[in-house]
């Protein structure tokens, strides 16, 4: 059983930045793919990026691309996500998921979420 825990959520004004940590444990973090999911209220939750262990890949959403970095450190067990130029739009629950073959809405471990408000 894998275990995430997310942290790194407050409140910004829009154009401002945040880093949000997702800290795993009870499994191999290396052989995971990583990835970052968000729901916004009303909405479906949505996916932003992923990090693959080995052979690495990345991905962003179309809104991510440009803004967020997503970033993994294997002697830390930890995934981040590095949000610059934030937008309202951006304010959601953000979701640390993490599968042994590939992230999706159906990924077989999640964290607990962490609140991201972006004031106008």
């Known amino acids: 059983q894998v275990q995430l825990v997310e942290s790194g959520g407050g409140l910004v004004q829009a154009g401002g930045s945040l880093r949000l940590s997702c800290v795993a444990s009870?499994?191999?973090?290396?052989?995971?793919?990583m990835g970052w999911f968000r729901q916004a209220p009303g909405k479906e939750r949505e996916f932003v990026a992923s990090?693959?262990?080995?052979?690495?890949?990345?991905y962003y959403s179309n809104s991510a691309r440009g803004r967020f970095t997503i970033a993994r450190d294997n002697a830390k067990n930890t995934v981040y996500l590095q949000m610059n130029n934030l937008k309202p739009e951006d304010t959601a629950v953000y979701y640390c998921?993490?599968?042994?073959?590939?992230?999706?809405?159906?990924?077989?471990?999640w964290g607990q979420g962490t609140q991201v408000t972006v004031s106008s």
């Open positions: 998921a993490a599968d042994q073959k590939s992230v999706t809405m159906r990924s077989e471990y």
């Open positions: 990090r693959s262990g080995s052979p690495t890949r990345t």
């Open positions: 009870g499994g191999t973090f290396s052989t995971y793919d």
